[in-house]
């Protein structure tokens, strides 16, 4: 450990660990430990960019850690949550301004209040406005493309820039951010006018459809894998005969086959096993070769 660098680091914010349990911060509930790990507020993430740099110490971004997994040998470096402590959401007329780490619910809470429709596909998404511009967030025919309108974001050189929609290069799941190391600090919704209990009514029915068709009861990272042009990844998965398959307590759900799920104690290393596996048995028996959505970290 650099012990210099911590010091520097608890001196810009009290929300500052070592050797920190990702598990306790992934929907997985699983992984190993990050070397340092840190919950800035937004005004604080520059700082901390510019001190990684001078000790040399590589550092990376997660949100709420929904749609990630996270290897047992942990993390080198440092991890920035970009999560309650950075999560301020205002509106003004048809537009919404988040910081990166306002919960999807929390700011489709603030458009229902607001009567703003157009975000109600992502109220039941269990991450932050920050992860949903990276991963491009969809659902029900909704994606976070058809709402943004700009985001900030920091420069590995430390540096604000806004990029425009066109910028952001938003496309299925994907986004410019990872590739150039952007840090998304804040975005700009527009939405449109609406009927707030009509909002919250959709949103409340588009919540219940999760629940029932989703393994909501168990640790996951919900859909594992992208969509393969033409097919569904669960229908490809269950016609393979995999409903159910398991790795340990890594298990193919029973209740939607696109979900691997925790069972209780599955290890990053089970999980990764039982993707592999899916991956190979799918591909032999339907010749499509499925992709993650799901993005891994560290060392595994
Ligand atoms: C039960 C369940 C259901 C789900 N349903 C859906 C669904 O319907 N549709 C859908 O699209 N997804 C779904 N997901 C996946 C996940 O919720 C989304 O991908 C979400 O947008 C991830 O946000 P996050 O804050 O958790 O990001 P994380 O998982 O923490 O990070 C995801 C990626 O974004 C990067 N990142 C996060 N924040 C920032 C930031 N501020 N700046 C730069 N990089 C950042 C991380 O480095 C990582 O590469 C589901 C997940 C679960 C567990």
Known sequence: MNESFLEGLQKITEQCFVQENMSSHTTFRTGGPAEYYVRP????????????????IPWLV???????????????????ELGREAAEVTAEGNTITAEAGA?????????????????EFASGIPGTIGGAVVMNAGAYGGEMKQIVRKVTVLTPE????????????LGYRHSCIPQNDYIVLDTELELKPGDSEKIQEQMAKLRSQRSKKQPLE???????????????AGKLIQDA?????????????????GFV??????????????IRQVQDKVE???????ETEVRFLGDF
């Open 41 to 56: 507020k937004r005004t604080q993430v520059a700082e901390i960019v510019s001190l990684c740099r001078k000790y040399n």
């Open 261 to 274: 799920i925790n069972r209780g104690s599955a290890t990053a290393a089970e999980i990764s096993e039982l």
């Open 158 to 169: 430390g540096q604000e820039k806004e990029l425009t929609l066109e910028e952001l290069e």
């Open 103 to 119: 919960l999807l619910s929390a700011v489709a809470r603030v458009a229902a209040d607001h009567a703003l429709t157009g975000m």
């Open 218 to 232: 168990y640790a996951s990272a919900g859909s594992t894998f992208k969509r393969p042009q033409g097919y569904f």
């Open 284 to 290: 032999a028996d339907s010749g499509v070769r499925l």
């Open 62 to 80: 997660i949100g709420n850690g929904s749609n990630l997994l996270v290897g047992d040998r942990g993390i080198r470096g440092l991890v920035m």
């Open 241 to 257: 005969g995999l409903r159910g398959y398991r790795v340990g307590d890594a298990q193919i759900s029973e209740k939607h086959c």
